[in-house]
C-alpha cells in the first residue's frame, strides 16, 4: 500500500468519523427519552456513550459510519439487559449433581424460607433475646454442629479454604507443619493446599512421596519447631497401584506420642454414609472426630447440601482459639448464611436428608424413577418431529467429591441436526438449560432437574426445538 492510498483511506475514515452522532443527538431521540423516564438518566447515558463508543472503533477499522437511528436501535436494545442481573437461574440437566460451575448444591425448602426471613428483616444475629445482651453469631450453628458431629464446639467461616487457612494461622503461624507429598493437593479454581499454607506463616514439609508415605516419615520429620500434622482427604481424585498413605487413626497416634495437635480436611464433608447410596465409602465428619482429629474442616455447599460456608468442629478450646482470632472476623459469614446452615442441618438432626436436601435427593433417586421421568418428558416431545428418545447413562456427584463414582441414570437423548445449536438456544433462553452432548445427541438427565423446575424445563425445549 502506497502513501497515497493510505492517505486516501485516512481521510476516508476521517470524515466517517465526523459524521458520529454525538451522545446529546441520541439523547434527544423520542424513544430514547422514554428510557431515561424508566430507567433513570446515568445508565441511558452510559449506555449511549458506549454505542456510540463501540460506532467509533467500526469506523476505525474502514466501516461506514452507521445512521442516528441505528445508533438508537443499538443503545435501546443494550438497554434491555444492562439494568437486569447477570446472575441467572439455571436448570441442570447435565447429571452432575454438585455442579461447581452452576452454584454446587441447591438448597433445601427449609433453607431457603430461613435465608429469606433472615434478610427480610432484623434478626438477633449478635442479641441475646432472654437478657437483652450482646451475643456471638457463632452460638447459632454451634450447638447443631456440636449434637451432629460429636465435637466440642464449631464455627462457620466463609468456605473451606478460609477455614484452613484461620485454623493454620491461629494454631501453626511460624512454625512447621508436616504433611504427605500425596496429600498436597489442587482443587477446582486453582485452590491448592501448599498456597493456602503458605499464606498462613507456616512452615510447609512435605514427607514421603507422592504415592507412598509411611509414619516414619512423619515421626523422623517431627522436631521442637513443629505444631501440628495436617491431613487431606482425597476428595477429587484416586491414587491407584503401588501406593500408600497413613490413616487418619495413625496420624492421630504419631500425633498423640509427639504432643501435636492434627486437622483434618475433609474437603466436601459428608455427614451420611454414601456406601448407603451404591457409592464407595467417604469418610464422614461424625469418623474423624471420632478417630481423634482435633479439628475438622469441611465445605457446607458439597454434601452437606447448604450455602457456601467453611464449617470447623473439634476441641473447644482449638475452636475458641479460632473465634477470637482477627483473621476470624475477615472471613465471617452473613445472617443469611448462618440461617441457610443452620436449616440445612437441622434435616440431618430430624434424619430427613434424603427427604430435604436436594444433593441427597438426588443421589437417593432411584434410576426406575429417573427413566420414568426421561420416557414421560420423551412422549411430551415426540410430537415436535424430533427423535427422542430413552438410553441408560451415568450421573455423577460432582463438585470435588467421590471421584469416579456413578449413578446409574436415564436419558432424554435428542437427535437433532445441530446439538450445539439446540445446546446454545437453550443456554440463552429463559429460563436457561444446561445438558450435555454426547455421540452427535443432545442429552438431558433427569436426576439433577429439580422436580418444580420439570415444566418450565419441558416449555424450553419445546420452544427451543420448534425454532
Known amino acids: 500500500m502506497n502513501r497515497a492510498t493510505t492517505l486516501t483511506i485516512g481521510s476516508r475514515v476521517h470524515e466517517e468519523l465526523r459524521k458520529l452522532?454525538?451522545?446529546?443527538?441520541?439523547?434527544?431521540?423520542?424513544?430514547?427519552?422514554?428510557?431515561?423516564?424508566?430507567?433513570?438518566?446515568?445508565?441511558?447515558?452510559?449506555?449511549?456513550?458506549?454505542?456510540?463508543?463501540?460506532?467509533?472503533?467500526?469506523?476505525?477499522?474502514g466501516l461506514p459510519c452507521p445512521a442516528l437511528e441505528t445508533l438508537v436501535e443499538r443503545a435501546l436494545a443494550e438497554l434491555e439487559t444492562r439494568d437486569r442481573p447477570d446472575l441467572l437461574s439455571v436448570i441442570n440437566g447435565t447429571g452432575v449433581i454438585i455442579h461447581t460451575n452452576l452454584g454446587r448444591a441447591p438448597l433445601s425448602q427449609d433453607s431457603r424460607t430461613a435465608m429469606d426471613l433472615a434478610a427480610r428483616g432484623y434478626s438477633n444475629l449478635e442479641y441475646d433475646l432472654a437478657d437483652g445482651s450482646r451475643a456471638s453469631r457463632h452460638l447459632h450453628a454451634e450447638d447443631l454442629l456440636r449434637r451432629i458431629t460429636g465435637a466440642g464446639a464449631g464455627m462457620l467461616v466463609n468456605n473451606n479454604a478460609g477455614a484452613i487457612l484461620l485454623a493454620l494461622t491461629a494454631l501453626a503461624r511460624g512454625k512447621e507443619v508436616v504433611i504427605s507429598r500425596g496429600q498436597l493437593v489442587e482443587i477446582g479454581g486453582g485452590f491448592r493446599i501448599p498456597e493456602v499454607m503458605a499464606q498462613s506463616g507456616v512452615r510447609l514439609v512435605e514427607v514421603g512421596t507422592t504415592n507412598r508415605t509411611h509414619t516414619r516419615d512423619y515421626e523422623s520429620a517431627v522436631d521442637e519447631e513443629t505444631a501440628l500434622l495436617m491431613h487431606v482427604h482425597h476428595s477429587n481424585f484416586r491414587v491407584l497401584g503401588f501406593t500408600q498413605q497413613v490413616s487418619l487413626i495413625e496420624l492421630v497416634d504419631v500425633a498423640a506420642q509427639h504432643g501435636l495437635l492434627v486437622v483434618e480436611d475433609l474437603g466436601s464433608g459428608s455427614l451420611l454414609d454414601t456406601s448407603s447410596f451404591g457409592l464407595s465409602?467417604?469418610?464422614?465428619?461424625?469418623?474423624?472426630?471420632?478417630?481423634?482429629?482435633?479439628?475438622?474442616?469441611?465445605?457446607?455447599?458439597k454434601l452437606l447440601g447448604g450455602p457456601q460456608a467453611g464449617i470447623i468442629v473439634g476441641r473447644t478450646d482449638l475452636v475458641t482459639c479460632l473465634k477470637r482470632h482477627p483473621l476470624a472476623r475477615a472471613l465471617r459469614v452473613d445472617k443469611t448464611t448462618i440461617a441457610g446452615v443452620q436449616a440445612t442441618l437441622l434435616h440431618y438432626l430430624r434424619d430427613e436428608a434424603t427427604d430435604k436436601v436436594p444433593v441427597w435427593q438426588m443421589i437417593s433417586l432411584g434410576v426406575e424413577e429417573v427413566l420414568a421421568r426421561a420416557t414421560s418428558w420423551a412422549d411430551r416431545l415426540s410430537g415436535l418431529g424430533v427423535e427422542a428418545e430413552v438410553i441408560p447413562g451415568l450421573s455423577t456427584v460432582g463438585g470435588g467429591s467421590l471421584p469416579g463414582e456413578t449413578l446409574p441414570t436415564g436419558l432424554l437423548a435428542l437427535r437433532v441436526p445441530s446439538p450445539d445449536d439446540l445446546a446454545h438456544r437453550l443456554r440463552t433462553g429463559e429460563p436457561a438449560v444446561v445438558g450435555r452432548i454426547e455421540g452427535g445427541q443432545f442429552m438431558l438427565?433427569?436426576?439433577?432437574?429439580?422436580?418444580?423446575?420439570?415444566?418450565?424445563?419441558?416449555s424450553a425445549l419445546e420452544q427451543a426445538l420448534q425454532s
Open 281 to 301: 465409602h467417604e469418610p464422614t465428619v461424625q469418623e474423624a472426630i471420632a478417630q481423634g482429629a482435633d479439628l475438622v474442616c469441611f465445605s457446607g455447599d
Open 445 to 458: 438427565d433427569p436426576r439433577t432437574v429439580l422436580p418444580w423446575e420439570e415444566q418450565d424445563l419441558l
Open 21 to 61: 452522532p454525538s451522545v446529546e443527538s441520541v439523547l434527544q431521540n423520542t424513544e430514547i427519552q422514554r428510557s431515561i423516564e424508566a430507567k433513570g438518566r446515568p445508565l441511558v447515558v452510559d449506555t449511549i456513550r458506549h454505542v456510540v463508543e463501540q460506532a467509533r472503533l467500526e469506523i476505525e477499522t
